[in-house]
């Protein structure tokens, strides 16, 4: 397991077996579960300039000192996946589709910290072009799923904690281990002159995607005197129980050990 700031991994090569598909430019989170769910990779000149989807679960391995990530899949593969606007909202049948077209298991059916139990799927997948769902509304669109992109909030989205504002979103701490978000990085900039502070997911009472704003339930205080994060260096367990402790929370390694996780 490594913890790495998704910073460190845009403009990462995806690597696959018969050439280069493209760079690491953002991705997909699930706002509900805090979980990568799609790297969206620029293809550039090879694909017209075209952005797929890849699920972490097609990647095999991945190199922070050459900036590469490999992934079991082809280009041409990829080439003749299903188109994806990745500047509007992703429906739940567009993921049906994209699951359906490389194979991967669809991750909606399964029950939150339940592994391998499974639930009727959202959507069935079917083979790609079967339409699946007929109500393109804006409604069922944005019912459909809880994709958020990691560009969004990185604009800029304001942080407040219970008595005012202390910051803003600047990067993401990716586990890759299973690919969950562990922590928002937050520079205060003027608040807390400039220190970079983490603030896990489970903190956050509510997200106003209308407002760009972030709410945790956490005093000024008790981040403004929080353990510094600093981006160079590396962040080991020996930290994150400092910053844990500082706060009065349990670690979420306490609920993966429990569960007979790594």
């Not at 429906?91 to 049906?96: C, D, I, K, T, V």
């Not at 639930?119 to 699946?132: E, K, N, R, S, T």
């Not at 209308?210 to 205080?221: K, W």
Request: glycine letters at 8%.
């Amino acid at each position: 397991m490594m913890l790495r700031p998704f910073k460190t991994l845009r403009g990462s090569t995806l690597a696959a077996s018969d050439g280069e598909i493209g760079k690491v430019h953002e991705f997909y989170f699930d706002d509900a579960q805090w979980r990568l769910r799609y790297f969206i990779v620029e293809t550039g000149s090879w694909l017209t300039g075209r952005s797929v989807l890849i699920s972490p679960t097609a990647l095999t391995q991945v190199d922070g000192q050459s900036g590469s990530i490999a992934v079991r899949l082809t280009q041409e593969q990829v080439r003749h996946s299903p188109p994806i606007d990745s500047d509007q909202p992703i429906s739940r049948q567009r993921e049906a589709e994209l699951h359906s077209y490389y194979g991967w298991d669809p991750y909606w059916s399964l029950t939150d910290g339940s592994p391998g139990m499974m639930l009727p799927p959202a959507v069935a997948p079917a083979p790609f072009g079967v339409p699946q769902n007929e109500n393109h509304s804006p409604e069922a669109v944005k019912a459909d799923c809880h994709l958020r992109s990691s560009a969004e909030l990185m604009r800029g989205y304001t942080i407040h904690a219970q008595d005012g504002e202390i910051g803003q979103v600047d990067d993401f701490i990716l586990d890759d281990s299973d690919w969950n978000v562990r922590y928002l990085v937050i520079r205060t900039g003027v608040w807390f002159r400039g220190k970079d502070v983490l603030l896990s997911p489970d903190w956050v009472e509510r997200i106003s995607f209308e407002g760009s704003e972030v709410f945790v339930n956490l005093p000024r205080s008790a981040i403004k005197d929080a353990p510094a994060f600093d981006a160079v260096a590396p962040l080991d367990r020996a930290f994150e129980e400092r910053l844990h402790d500082h706060y009065g929370r349990k670690g979420y390694w306490d609920a993966v050990n429990a569960s007979g996780g790594a």
